[in-house]
């Protein structure tokens, strides 16, 4: 792993000039304007100057709605989207960590309401896994009890860049349970569980995550959503075999589903890796429309299309795909980022919601090192989003799992009103 060098302590000192990676990259102006609230939610907005530059960019750099905040994903850059520290993973990791800690800050929200730090770290910088969360850790004690979920990149858009972390947080009463080792493996926040867990070859898949939930009083069948990461280089048929156990699994509780492939990593201690958010209040009913795209035409795929809980509505990764399973506007990612945005309102609204009520949307993408292609599918995303619009997350490399996808994008809305018949 790279060094500590050079990074200055979390405490006292506001990330200025620092941007997110799906917020302002290019546009340079680094402060956040003030946080704009829309209906019953806050939308923490980029810097005005934004606006003057590209008037169609339309999305937040965290939303916090209901019991919700959303972050993007947050990154080391400054003015004009330059990488600040290049190459230098411990310096960008405590700077994104103590752009998460602002973000959370102005949303009005305590940091004991952090629930998920997602980590999208460089492969090649980092060795070991658990001496790098300890190094986060003893810089960000604060942050013992939240789920870090690890998972690796092959690539970012922008030389230089070596860490992205996207949060969750969460109101409602506290608890976590923590693995073997002692990292933290869920946690709740009032009703709401987040769980992951990584399944060795030839262990029984959901055993992990299953226990973890069961610590916290809950289990498999009140999972809402449901993401999946595969190794790259896991065998084909491995993969499908993986996938029809957890059709199986969750065949009469479907969650909604999103999949993407992992860099290929030599010696890889899992087949596949787990991360869910749950649902464990016996007031509130889980609505499930519509079937999620299939991995393959012939798949019986069980997993919803969108779930609703309560007020939240987690909607599917969305494949660029005609209504027989087709893959549509091969080799064109722009083309394609349009119809799965369009799959995605359509998917929403079938579900009592609107693309406006959108808290977050993440897409994985194929990609190496390209910030063209980046910038292609983001402004293609865009278009459809309300202004101002969700937090977003944009993950290159991490390839959908579907042959000629080249992205697939999930939603999370929360919607007011009554609940959905």
Known sequence: MSGAAGAAPHSGRSPEGRHDGEADYFLGEG?????????????????????????????????????????????????????????????????????VYEVIAKADCRLTELAQLQIFYLATSVGDEAAYRSEILAEFPECADVLIVMTPVPSFATVGSEVEIDAIAVTGRRASVTDADGAVQAVRRGDWLLASSRAAHGAPLCDGLRIALERLDGELADICRLYVYFPADLPAADRAAIERELGALFGR???????????????????????????????????????????????????AETLRCADVVFASGQAPTDDRGAILHKGNIADQARLVMRKLEQALNRSGADIADLVKIKTYYEGAWDKENWFDNLRARMELLSDPGPASSGIEGLRPVMADTLLSVDGIAVIDGAPLA
Request: charged letters at 20%; hydrophobic letters at 45%; one cysteine or more.
């Open 31 to 99: 402060n956040v304007s003030d946080a704009a609230k829309v209906s019953d939610r806050l939308h923490i907005s980029v810097s005005p100057a934004i606006k003057q530059v590209m008037p169609e960019f339309k999305i937040s750099r965290a939303v916090r709605a209901g019991a919700w905040l959303f972050t993007n994903g947050q990154m080391d850059m400054g003015a004009g989207g330059k990488v600040l520290n290049p190459g230098d993973l411990m310096a960008q990791t405590f700077a994104c960590m103590r752009s």
């Open 253 to 303: 509780s479907p969650p909604a589903y999103h999949a993407a492939l992992l860099p290929a990593q030599k010696d890889r201690a899992f087949c596949v890796e787990l991360e869910a958010i749950a649902h464990t209040g016996a007031d509130a009913d889980k609505i499930r429309q519509g079937r999620a795209p299939a991995p393959y035409p012939a798949f019986d795929w069980p997993f």
